[in-house]
T-cell receptor, first 112, second 115 residues
């Protein structure tokens, strides 16, 4: 019940295309859903985050779609660029100073 | 400023050595975290400090010993590690008890190799 399932494991998208990563959770007590971007040899960096009372959040080329009834959320990267090539982790948590439950990660590669 | 700094960047140690990892933040965060990340895996929580007190220990072996000397600093003392402890060790920090400010900010990590 504590798991966050993420797919796909890896994704190749042409430059300018849309990258879509999906996640699903079981624990309805989660109240915060961040996405982290990680480049090789670096720490994860917050990309965008959403709360379950919002169905969509957009920041620049990045959009989170959230379906509370289905317990699913997804990251859309519009106009994907080679610089977006990284590993993306969806995550979920409840409250502050708590354990973040990470998805397994998606290795995104944007082809020029 | 959302920067968490970690030193050293890289560390190689033998199984009998004692070493320490250091983490620092000046964002006024009162929660600090240690994570361990193996290659191609998500970060795994090790410890959480809230108001400089240990609040979560994810059943981490005693060869890892955390310390929070003040609200800006977090240390991880290492002793008698095993080769399987080789990993990227990440520090993170966040606000505490402020709804809408739960984001954990990660440092760049220390790449540890145990020989």
């Amino acid at each position: 019940q504590q798991q966050v399932k993420q797919s796909p494991q890896s994704l190749i998208v042409q430059k300018g295309g849309i990258s879509i990563i999906n996640c699903a959770y079981e624990n309805t007590a989660f109240d915060y859903f961040p996405w982290y971007q990680q480049f090789p040899g670096k720490g994860p960096a917050l990309l965008i985050a959403i709360r379950p009372d919002v169905s969509e959040k957009k920041e620049g080329r990045f959009t989170i779609s959230f379906n509370k009834s289905a317990k699913q959320f997804s990251l859309h990267i519009m106009d994907s660029q080679p610089g977006d090539s990284a590993t993306y982790f969806c995550a979920a948590s409840r409250g502050s100073a708590s354990k973040i439950i990470f998805g397994s990660g998606t290795r995104l590669s944007i082809r020029p | 400023d959302t920067e968490v700094t970690q030193t050293p960047k890289h560390l190689v140690m033998g199984m009998t050595n004692k070493k320490s990892l250091k983490c620092e933040q000046h964002m006024g965060h009162r929660a600090m975290y240690w994570y361990k990340q193996k290659a191609k895996k998500p970060p795994e929580l090790m410890f959480v400090y809230s108001y400089e007190k240990l609040s979560i220990n994810e059943s981490v072996p005693s060869r890892f010993s955390p310390e929070c000397p003040n609200s800006s600093l977090l240390n991880l003392h290492l002793h008698a590690l095993q080769p399987e402890d080789s990993a990227l060790y990440l520090c993170a920090s966040s606000h505490l008890g402020r709804v809408g400010h739960e984001t954990q900010y990660f440092g760049p990590g220390t790449r540890l190799l145990v020989l």
